[in-house]
């Protein structure tokens, strides 16, 4: 028998959970309850409650800015969850039978058609859509009479001047830039997609409802068929987080391009997707997450005295689960495993041959741009490294100074934030003066769509980075990162420590101080050849930008690095300096009062 019947013990959990709605009534508008199955070799979702009871992959609909929840029972036949991918909104996983998840949401303020999809299965067949106000169902074969014209287009995915971009292939939109689509009310729609770099991308019509699987790899391809089953200009666009915002969005016109009067006010133009002020509750925290803090005495030591040489670096871009707090994760994209990237340490005059190589399972194009480079794009004209790949490109080193490198591939600022910055150094000839200890430290911040001190695994939220609305700062890539026993500075009391100080940002300008110490020199802007700045208290450091400072330590305890924009202390931006030693009364005598936090 083809298609499966439910078990009855997965219609009477079902039961038991509708039986219990009134307790969530207060809150929650609409409940939704589905279940899983195997159908003709597919997996689908199959309607429980009221009004989608036995629908397959069932249109789930709600109000503009109604809070609605979704339960959903394992029925068997794998592991499964269920995610709305625009919304950044995904459950647990069920891996046993009569298991039960659960997601509660706020749906956008508007007109919108969204997906919903097992992360693990959708391409197998497992997805769906929730249509909020006047959206038409496309699974309606009524909503509109088919013409039975067929309107076919091809694109092709590419990375264009600094975007990325869906490119028209053939006919009249050949070599277009997300070009205009069109085709007449109820006329059938192909659209055929390519990857043409390599990364993870898919096409989506806004507002219709219509989302292709997702290509990956260099040339693979996929194609989307559907009836134009509303009037009016829409977006289409990647939906692979930060790709649209990075360039990859065009119009659909459909028909006169104008949209009936009853559902103007959603908007008959082009528009990006908001979901307001939407609280997207986190996953499970994952078990196999990692440390990703670079230590900040991770970094080699003085070149000194040396001719010139050939120097080779290499950068493997790498996205893992790190440990952003106690019990919170989050999907980093790094270089070589850790926030900051390396410390990289050559000399003026050095020939650096830079390798760059994306891991396979990696789901995103990288590169690399080093600051320190004269040459177009810092590099990155030579690094955009599709997953599986590797480039090279050298340089010559020939002025020193501290230089910020950061991942330059579309959505720049995306990459940043997820991790991808770290710090080369090009020592004068003859190298820098002797110190006793130096650390290596990076600012940087965090956009989530779960608010700060969330536990669990959150994920990132591309509108808040538009914004610039972080939820967390961190230095050396977690949450007061550098005040854990493992991870903070340690020297003595007499010894002279020198920090190398960058702004990964990608948006805030840092106020860098150390709490009980003051700067003997100060390196600003990170110029070795200029004078240092003496006795300073505090310093800027611009994102993208870095600093050098030195001070000799004279009195034992534990100094606190901040920025002195001190609100962000609060949001996870602090680290810990020890200095071991005997008390020296004739600079600093004190009884400790209890509760300054120092």
Known sequence: MKMLKLSISVLALAALLISCAPDSASFVSTEYILTTDLRDGKFVYVGVSDGISGAVNPSLRAEPGEKITVTLVNSGHGAHNISFPELNVESGTLDKKGETTSVTLTVPDEDVALNYEDTSHARLGMSGLLLVGNVADPSDAAAVQPTGVTVEYALETAVLEGRMVFVGKGGGIDGLTNPDLKAGLGDTVKVTLTSGEGAEH???????????DHVVGKGS???????????????????IPGHRQAGMEGKFVVGSGVAPAENTSSGDHVEMASVGNTVVPAGPADASAVDIVRDPADLPGPIGERGPELIRIDLETVELSGQLADGTTFKYWTFNGKVPGPFIRVRVGDTVEVHLKNLPDSSMAHSVDFHAVTGPGGGAVATQTQPGGETMFTFKAINPGLFVYHCATPMVAQHIANGMYGLILVEPEGGLPAVDREFYVMQGELYTAQPFGTTGALTEDVTKLLNEDPEYFMFNGASMGLTSDAHALRASVGETVR??????????????????????????????????????????????????????????GRYILVDHALARLQRGLAGYLYADGDPVPDIFDATETPGSGH
């Open 202 to 212: 898919d096409i989506t019509f806004d507002k219709l409802g219509f989302h292709s």
């Open 499 to 556: 920090i190398f100080f960058g702004v990964g940002g990608p948006n805030f300008t840092s106020s860098f101080h150390v709490i009980g110490e003051i700067f003997d020199r100060v390196y600003d802007q990170a110029s070795l050849t200029s004078a240092p700045l003496t006795d300073v208290q505090t310093t800027l450091v611009p994102p993208g930008g870095a600093t050098m400072v030195e001070f000799r330590l004279e009195v034992p």
């Open 221 to 239: 391809n996929v194609t989307l068929e559907f009836i134009a089953n509303r009037e009016g200009t829409f977006a289409y666009y990647c939906s």
